[in-house]
């Protein structure tokens, strides 16, 4: 294997700065998912480790649990979106992930989604209420696994404390790592709950607009999507992962009102692939 460390930290630092310069994305396979690469999934992450810790950030040196990897599968997607890169900033993110950069999502505008749907050229203008419908329906097949596999981590650091005052005598270093851990799973949930509202901005910014630009009756589906969706971003808000209960059909009755009343438009549905 190769010795990252005899790299030195000038020549990681440069690795980090040609990095940044030019802003490499993770590379991706079939439905979005991570394909392996020594770059992003050795070099980036180890030369991200060594600038959080010049930037005295919490730096964990325990291996990952099998939840803890899940976890990170199942919360990418909603980080970058293949269908839209302009809008998800896929370059950015990977920085981001790998711990090279700051995170910068915080900076990201909800109206960049409608300005990719937009542009986009298609052949009929109701297609693009279905591609919303189906990139939300995408995010509601895969939100209960994802809460589970976060639920699984929170788990797993409560095990950690436990186990650490359980057992007495165990070095600084330990305790030390379990606080970073934690830290670092934490940090990772917290930018998940930023992604999934953003989406959800995102295509609510982006719904009205399209009612706007060209009204159409498919957007009553649309909009019954994405209010299933709203008690998901509620939950992951509140924290609210281990609840066991499914979102759709929740909230104590509480009905989110929707955004049409009585319309006179275009009736030509496209079905949403």
């Not at 999934?41 to 030369?47: E, T």
């Not at 589970?148 to 790592?177: K, P, T, Y």
């Not at 719904?207 to 998901?232: A, F, G, K, N, Y």
Request: aromatic share 10%.
């Amino acid at each position: 294997m190769f010795d990252f460390l005899a790299l030195g930290r000038p020549v990681l630092v440069a690795l980090a700065l040609a990095t940044l310069s030019g802003c490499v994305a993770r590379p991706v396979g079939d439905f979005g998912r991570a394909q392996p690469s020594v770059l992003h999934d050795a070099i980036m992450p180890y030369a991200g480790d060594q600038l959080a810790r010049v930037r005295k950030e919490p730096v964990s040196d325990f291996n990952q649990t099998d939840q803890e990897v899940l976890m990170h599968d199942r919360t990418w997607r909603f980080l970058v979106a293949a269908h839209g890169k302009d809008w998800m900033f896929d370059s950015s993110v990977e920085l981001q992930r790998t711990r090279i950069g700051r995170a910068r999502d915080y900076q990201f505008s909800r109206d960049r989604y409608y300005t990719w749907l937009r542009t986009t050229e298609y052949r009929s203008s109701p297609t693009r209420y279905s591609t919303v419908g189906r990139h939300i329906l995408a995010d509601l097949d895969t939100l209960p696994a994802t809460f589970q596999s976060i639920c699984a981590v929170l788990e797993v650091d409560w095990q950690r404390r436990m186990a650490l005052a359980e057992i007495g005598g165990l070095e600084q270093g330990v305790a030390d790592n379990v606080a970073a851990r934690r830290a670092e799973n934490q940090w990772h949930i917290d930018w998940f709950v930023r992604a999934l509202t953003y989406r959800y901005d995102s295509y609510d910014y982006a719904l009205d607009h399209l009612l706007v630009e060209t009204p159409h009756e498919q957007s009553i589906s649309v909009d019954e999507s994405l209010r299933q969706m709203r008690p998901w971003v509620d939950r992951a808000n509140r924290g609210d992962f281990c609840s066991g209960a499914t979102a759709v059909g929740t909230g104590g009755g509480v009905t989110i009102p929707s955004r049409y009343q009585t319309m006179r438009i275009d009736t030509e549905v496209v079905v949403q692939k």
